[in-house]
């Protein structure tokens, strides 16, 4: 799990400026193809989740721990269908980069 959340802020990290303002072509997962949430769990305390998103970005985080030849684990990364209402995540970060867009576009005006 940790490698992920790593790799996605690399990724974000390395996004310019200019990548910013480009529509995203998908706003579930602001073409990152992964998504991190949080979940209480049973232990009472906060943990960090990621979930694949379904669209061509998610497909490279795809591991299917049972269906491995070498290293048979139950682990799998869920997709974002199985964890959280992709419909209502789309419009919150839609609205986001709107937002931010609109603001980018008044510092340069
Ligand atoms: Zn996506």
């Known amino acids: 799990m940790q ?21 995203p072509k998908c706003f ?41 030849k070498d290293h048979k684990s139950e682990y799998r990364i869920a997709t974002i269908d199985e964890v959280l209402d992709k419909y209502e995540l789309a419009q919150n970060n839609f609205q986001q980069w709107i937002a931010k867009s609109r603001e980018a576009t008044n510092h340069e005006g």
Do not use: H
């Open 3 to 23: 490698g992920i959340a790593e790799r996605v802020e690399e990724l974000q990290k390395n996004k310019t400026n200019e990548e910013d303002k480009k529509q």
């Open 28 to 68: 579930i997962c602001m073409d990152t193809g992964i998504i991190l949430y949080k979940r209480i769990t049973s232990f009472g305390y906060e943990a960090e989740y990621a979930a694949r998103c379904t669209c061509s970005a998610g497909n490279q985080y795809i591991y299917e721990g049972r269906e491995c």
